[in-house]
């Protein structure tokens, strides 16, 4: 056996191994600090590779004339092709089961917050405004957190409300004490609910602490970095949505003067630099984000409440 036959099945039995650990990695890690184009870069970087072995399996089954060479050389091949197909399908697979996970989770909070006047939408309008903001920020503070799993958390942050009366949710007057606390255990509660979610301890963590404030006088009394970064951003995007989003007992503020009460809110109640960051966000975005919301809704009320 020649010195290029012995490189070619040492190179093809390494990356048919990388191609398992990937395999692995995605089932176990998916809801990791990494994207998923960031997955998707690494699947499509092994996938590349392993075409190259194959070319040069190729190369050595064509030009060796040993026996044992030519087998080894077709069974690169082989490898090759199971290991790229197997690749890319798995990868296609998952894909298209988050996406369509997160279709029905949102379907599904949208009926429940398009029967409400209060939410009508408020949820996925969060949602939709975390992703913005976040795509705005700068890759050291990207880091911080998994947009997948951000995108869960802002789409969920209410979901402990299932566990406060409707009554006190929607009530015009002001909350008696009693009532306050019912509403302030509703993260707790959603954190309760998400918790034992697979994948999702994370992400229920990220729900408890959206409505600590950066001094420290929210719900937990959590302070500046010890509140969880994506807290801090969903809480931006709570803020702004709450205020722009008219309620039986109070009306809407304009996106202007809603992004002036978020510049007043920065240093006390939210972290000023996500503030800056997401006032930088071209109004025409937030315009269309809250269009799209609004056609969202008025699609479930069609479907559902007439």
């Known amino acids: 056996m020649n010195e290029l036959s012995q490189i070619m099945i040492a190179a093809g039995a390494l990356l048919i191994a990388a191609d398992i650990v990937f395999y692995i990695w995605l089932i176990f890690f998916r809801h990791s600090v990494l994207t998923r184009q960031t997955k998707a870069n690494a699947g499509f970087s092994l996938l590349f590779a392993t075409s190259l072995v194959f070319v040069l399996g190729l190369y050595v089954l064509i030009y060796s004339i040993h026996f044992l060479s030519i087998y080894m050389g ?11 197909a197997a690749l890319f399908g798995f990868y296609s697979w998952m894909c298209r089961m988050e996406a369509q ?15 409400d006047p209060n939410l009508d939408g408020h949820s996925i309008h969060v949602r939709n405004l975390s992703m913005l903001l976040y795509d705005s920020l700068p890759g050291r503070l990207k880091k911080l957190a998994n947009r997948d799993s951000l995108m869960y958390a802002a789409l969920l942050l209410d979901v402990g409300k299932l566990g406060v009366p409707r009554s006190i949710i929607n009530k015009c007057g002001k909350l ?33 602490y959206h409505h ?6 929210g719900y937990y009394k959590l302070s500046g970095k010890d509140i969880p970064f994506a807290s801090r951003l969903i809480a931006v995007a709570d803020t702004f949505s709450a205020i722009t989003m008219a309620k039986n ?34 109004l025409h975005r937030i315009e269309t984000c809250m269009e799209g919301v609004r056609k969202t809704m008025e699609r479930y009320k069609e479907e559902n409440f007439r």
């Open 249 to 282: 007992y109070k009306a809407a503020l304009s996106y202007e003067d809603a992004l002036s009460e978020l510049r007043l809110a920065a240093g006390t109640q939210l972290d000023a630099e996500l503030v800056d960051y997401f006032c930088s966000i071209p």
């Open 212 to 217: 600590e404030r950066v001094d420290g006088s």
């Open 74 to 84: 077709i069974m690169l091949l082989t490898g090759s092709i199971i290991s790229s």
């Open 101 to 115: 996970g997160m279709e029905i989770l949102e379907a599904l909070v949208g009926i429940i917050e398009a029967g």
């Open 176 to 208: 008696e004490e009693s009532e306050w606390e019912l509403v302030r255990r509703h993260p707790e509660i959603g954190m309760k609910i998400l918790a034992p979610l697979e994948g999702f301890g994370t992400i229920a963590t990220w729900v408890k």
